[in-house]
């Protein structure tokens, strides 16, 4: 059976961490490229890893084509864009698919981060054959590859990707958190609701489709941001402690486990810690499945 391959090309949550600290996981922003047997490559998120990738292409003899999938907007997924080699090669061609904010739609949204007050290149100065399409809530054959998306518990409109292909499934959330139990915590003094409390009542979505989105997935890359004790204080910023995180792997009976989105604050001693912790917990509830941290350069082949 032909291989799938998953690299690593940016781990980390927030904001690029360079330096001794994060030497073994690495210190770029999340992107993650999925090649699938003679297909165009899948790239999912363009935080700052895409760079390195883009390096790669560069060296590449024949044109390039490729998928890129966006699971939202915020800088950490998208800062990468602009120094994309690949975007600025006239012979490449480039797909990218995004969710549409309110009144704001996707070719508007990647061309503002690109505003000359903010950044001296434009997407009009990117000379690869670009499209952009706009995804919701939905399933579609990209290339022969079954792509499932669903609405994450994350500030914004945030997807999640489910990619099939001959029954071996790839599924990746990068932002995600435990959706709360109570409505409470959402209102402001006055007693009124908040963004993230209208955010939750249009997704609509609980631990339930979650489970049936990720079940039997042979890898679940999974946001791991905090430890048990960080979410305490950071509920509603859309990111899961490790417990969560294990707890619906287990659920949802996936074969293998990436811990990903690691917190700036994390260095490698932490992370690896983490992971550890991760392990056991999973060996607690008597799953022994494969289970590590995102680490920047590493291949995944199922």
Known sequence: MDPI???????????????????KYGGNTSCVEINFPNTPRFIVDAGSGIREL???LAKAADPVKAYI???HFHWDHIQGLPFFKAAFNPANHLII????????????????????IYFPVAVADMNAEIEYRTIQEETRMVEG???RTKFLNHPGYTLGFRFTYRGRSVVY?????????SKDSFTDENGRNTL???????????????????????VLIHDTQYFPEEYQNRKSWGHSPYTFTVDIAVKGRVKQLILFHHDPDHDDDTVDR?????????????????????QEGDVIII
């Not at 391959?5 to 994060?22: A, L």
């Open 5 to 23: 391959k998953i690299k690593f090309w940016g781990v980390r949550g927030s904001i690029p961490t360079p330096g001794p600290q994060s030497l």
């Open 54 to 56: 883009g390096k790669e």
């Open 69 to 71: 999938f966006l699971s």
């Open 97 to 116: 698919f995004g969710c549409d904010e309110p009144g704001v739609d996707l070719t508007k949204i990647i061309a503002m981060q690109m505003n000359p």
């Open 145 to 147: 590859i079954h792509v």
């Open 173 to 181: 959330m990068s932002d995600n958190e435990p959706y709360l139990q």
């Open 196 to 218: 993230e409390d209208l955010f939750e009542n249009f997704v609509d979505d609980k631990e339930e489709q979650l489970i049936d989105f990720i079940a039997g997935a042979d």
């Open 274 to 294: 983490m992971a550890v912790l991760s392990q056991n917990r999973l060996r607690k509830h008597n799953y022994l499945i494969p289970c590590k941290a995102a």
